[in-house]
């Protein structure tokens, strides 16, 4: 046998890919189970990004490239911060990684110090605690309760700044909630990390681009020009894309910071693929009217969730501003009784439950950080939804 080290003891396995996987196992063993648990878009890549894939290998753009991005997509991205958040980068302050993932982790291992501590509002991303964790630091939550339609309020957010903060991570809109920040929402936050400089910025704006009902979506170093220099402006090619298993994750931010992931990454996993970075360029180049597309699909489909899960007793669902989640309280249910007699005691015996009863695959609150609520992704057909809306409500009016 082979010893694990103790750092693997101080996090988990992603309970968003174990859930996903887990529907993915009992789909192929032949259950008839809906998966609403992976947080991608179920639109197929665009054409013309796939055909830049496949002119890049022809070309034979299959060798190494720079670790932390070509060229030519570092230029893209630049173009991108400029054209859309009207942020000014040079190339030598953009780093590109295997997915947004790999962009975050290699910034925490790159800068966190045994004790330093990072800001995680909750509910959170399901990785950046154990990422936090994984390089050495101590995440410090910051409840932002369903009252503050999940979102940070500027006097939590003080509270909890200490002399060891070392980040705040920031992510709008959420990933589970969907909630988005407002500009003047966000600028009140910013507002606070003005007065205290020892605290970075993680933003996470991979989301940036699924917002509904004409949302305006900001972000850090623009609406507080004061924290540019001490803010990693983080995005991908994965949501707004549809491209999510291309694996194209950037950054953007002080040079020293974006040189030191660049280390990281050159011990580790060096670049990310030549023919997605190819691809990328192509993404962030080329039209985006099929966004809009998407977005009709998506906001029906929240309105469609958000509105049967509301109308499920037991069960209350906002409606978020953006991404592809919603993120019902399930507090109605719990201590309730399954036909089985098993007593519902958390949001994990809730999705234990719909999964088991009425083969409907959904995260559990806990795994992001405030319960008892879940997650449901409705990136996914129309139809699939109102089938897995109907079981939902049927496995909670079973319930005694
Ligand atoms: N970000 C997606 C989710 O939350 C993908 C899975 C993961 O990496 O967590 O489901």
């Not at 103790?6 to 396995?13: E, V």
């Not at 009207?86 to 790159?110: E, F, H, R, S």
């Not at 996470?204 to 990693?232: C, I, K, N, S």
Request: glycine letters at 8%; a negative charge; proline letters at 7%.
């Amino acid at each position: 046998m082979i010893a694990t080290a103790a750092r693997l003891g101080r996090i988990k396995p992603s309970p968003t890919i174990a859930v996903t996987n887990l529907a993915r196992e009992l789909k192929a063993a032949g259950k008839d189970v809906i998966g609403l648990g992976a947080g991608e878009p179920d639109f197929d890549t665009p054409d013309h990004i796939k055909e830049a894939a496949i002119k890049a290998i022809r070309d034979g753009d299959t060798k190494y490239t720079a670790v932390d991005g070509t060229p030519a997509l570092k230029a893209a991205i630049c173009r991108k911060f400029d054209r859309e958040n009207g942020l000014t980068y040079t190339p030598d302050q953009i780093t590109v990684g295997t997915g947004g993932k790999q962009v975050i982790y290699n910034a925490l291992m790159a800068t966190l110090d045994p004790g330093d501590e990072v800001i995680v509002p909750a509910p959170y991303w399901v990785s950046y605690p154990d990422m936090v964790l994984l390089a050495g630091g101590e995440p410090v939550f910051v409840t932002c309760p369903e009252q503050t339609g999940f979102k940070l309020r500027p006097e939590d957010l003080e509270a909890a700044i200490t002399p060891k903060t070392k980040w705040l991570i920031f992510n709008s809109p959420s990933n589970p909630t969907g909630a988005a920040y407002t500009e003047s929402e966000l600028k009140a936050i910013c507002e606070v990390l003005v007065r205290h400089p020892q605290v970075a910025i993680l933003t996470d704006d991979m989301y940036e681009h699924l917002v509904y009902d004409g949302f305006r979506f900001t972000t850090p170093a623009q609406v507080a020009p004061e924290l540019y220099d001490r803010t990693l402006t983080m995005n991908g090619v994965s949501k707004a894309y549809c491209m999510t298993g291309w694996r194209i994750g950037y950054a953007g931010g002080p040079k020293s910071l974006i040189k030191a992931i660049g280390v990281i990454q050159s011990q580790s996993t060096s670049n990310p693929s030549s023919i997605s970075q190819a691809a990328a360029v192509a993404a962030l180049d080329g039209p985006m009217d099929f966004m809009a597309k998407n977005n009709e699909a998506f906001v029906h489909r929240r309105n469609l969730v958000a509105d049967a899960l509301d109308a499920t007793p037991g069960l209350r669902c906002p409606r978020p501003e953006g991404a592809f989640y919603v993120y019902p309280s399930c507090a109605g249910v719990i201590g309730k009784r399954t036909p089985e007699g098993k007593v519902i005691e958390t949001s994990e015996d809730f999705a234990r439950y719909l999964l088991e009863g009425e083969g409907v695959a959904v995260v559990h609150g806990s795994a992001f950080g405030l319960d008892p609520f879940f997650r449901i992704s409705y990136a996914t057909a129309t139809e699939v939804l109102e089938d897995a809306c109907a079981r939902i409500e049927r496995a909670c009016a079973s319930l005694v």
